[in-house]
């Protein structure tokens, strides 16, 4: 089944939503941590992490290191 235009704006526009409320929280995290809290390079999660979803899933899921006890 294919989406008609109007289910593609739709899902167009809420990921757009979704990606300009993710990508200053990424941000923000990436500014209070250390270069020793991060893995890789600080600017490649800077611009992947803020630029699409996916790189903002990775940043959460691989470029944070655990949090010491």
Do not use: C, H
Request: glycine content about 8%.
């Amino acid at each position: 089944m294919a989406l008609t235009t109007k289910q593609k704006a739709i899902f167009t526009t809420g990921a757009v939503v979704v990606q300009a409320a993710v990508a200053p929280v990424v941000l923000r995290d990436l500014q209070k941590r250390s270069d020793d809290e991060i893995r890789g390079p600080r600017l490649l999660w800077r611009l992947w992490g803020s630029t699409n979803l996916l790189g903002a899933a990775a940043y959460w899921f691989i470029g944070r290191k655990p949090a010491a006890a």
